[in-house]
């Protein structure tokens, strides 16, 4: 039905109900003009008259009132759904659909989707890690987390943090094959690959080199399509792995890794949150979103500074001349 039919009934039976067009014409947000020619159309469209008006009062025909009688359950039920919707949109409960990148993402939503869950115990969220980029409106996404600045038509992209690529290794393998005094030496290391789960191609290291961040072909000793999997290669200290801040700051820090050839860490890239119009938002999803941006924006959990790099890999190198 086009929306000026289902106003003009909506008008038509306001009317009955104040006993005034013009009151009707106040309760629907219009003026007293509208309100009438409304009314006048839906007649000329039925066929028939359904008020008798005049200057002080209306009053029902024979055909307007069997045609209340049949619209009233009508009018009645689209209000009641109406309610619904505007009820959900500030209820806490329900289901949040949250997709992010299957690489290296793990450690970062599991914490965020547990605290949240611990809070919002009504709430059921639904996590899709995928590095493809999907169609948001068709896959019902309610908040997404990207790599970079990819957001379409209507939805909202906000930076998180940036991206770091750190060439690393565990004091174990750094003991048994030494450290790489410069990117020209990684040859002569056990490196790893990673192979993209998608297009099956094995991506260059990142690396940084006075200023401008460059593509770095390695020889791979080991390539995976599993983020997980390669961090796990690194930690059993049988490789060296470009691996992103947020996998490994927390073993940089508590020494299980440590980082190589720091001054050529890549951070040009960054994590993006994504999300529709946040009055078009239920109370769960705008709870979810706010959670993520205190947490992670421009956090220090998935990103080391340059201090921190430098400090760590200089120290080991002290400990590696000590020893000789």
């Not at 547990?114 to 809070?119: K, L, P, Q």
């Not at 896959?139 to 690393?168: H, M, S, T």
């Not at 706010?290 to 080991?316: C, F, N, W």
């Amino acid at each position: 039905m086009p929306i000026n039919e289902l106003r003009s009934i909506a008008t038509f039976a306001k009317a009955v109900e104040t006993g005034s067009l013009r009151k009707a014409a106040a309760a629907q947000g219009m003026s007293p003009q509208a309100a009438s020619q409304a009314l006048a159309q839906l007649e000329q469209h039925l066929g028939v008259r359904l008020l008798h008006r005049t200057t002080r009062n209306i009053s029902l025909t024979d055909e307007g009132q069997q045609f209340l009688e049949a619209a009233q359950p009508a009018l009645a039920a689209l209000d009641r759904a109406l309610q619904r919707v505007r009820s959900a949109k500030d209820e806490s409960a329900g289901p949040l659909r949250i997709v992010g990148p299957r690489s290296t993402f793990v450690p970062v939503i599991a914490p965020l989707v547990d605290e949240f869950s611990g809070v919002y115990p009504e709430v059921q969220p639904d996590v899709q890690l995928d590095d493809r980029i999907g169609n948001w409106v068709e896959d019902r996404v309610d908040v997404g987390f990207r790599i970079g600045a990819q957001a379409k038509e209507g939805v909202i992209a906000r930076r998180l943090y940036a991206l770091q690529l750190i060439i690393c290794a565990t004091p174990e393998y750094i003991d048994r094959y030494g450290m790489p005094a410069s990117l020209s030496e990684l040859p002569l290391h056990r490196c790893t690959v990673f192979r993209h789960p998608n297009s099956g191609r094995l991506l260059p290291w990142s690396v940084k080199v006075d200023g401008e961040v460059v593509s770095l072909d390695v020889t791979p000793a080991l390539t995976t399509n599993d983020a997980d999997f390669e961090v796990e290669t690194v930690l059993s200290g049988r490789a060296i792995g470009q691996l992103v801040g947020s996998s490994v700051a927390r073993h940089i820090r508590e020494g299980r890794v440590v980082p190589l050839l720091s001054q050529h860490v890549a951070d040009d890239k960054s994590v993006f949150i994504y999300y529709g119009s946040r009055t078009a938002q239920p109370a769960r999803v705008r709870a979810f979103i706010d959670l993520a941006i205190r947490r992670l924006l421009d956090t220090p959990d998935y990103v080391l500074s340059q201090k921190e790099l430098g400090e760590a890999e200089l120290a080991h190198r002290a400990r590696l001349v000590g020893r000789s």
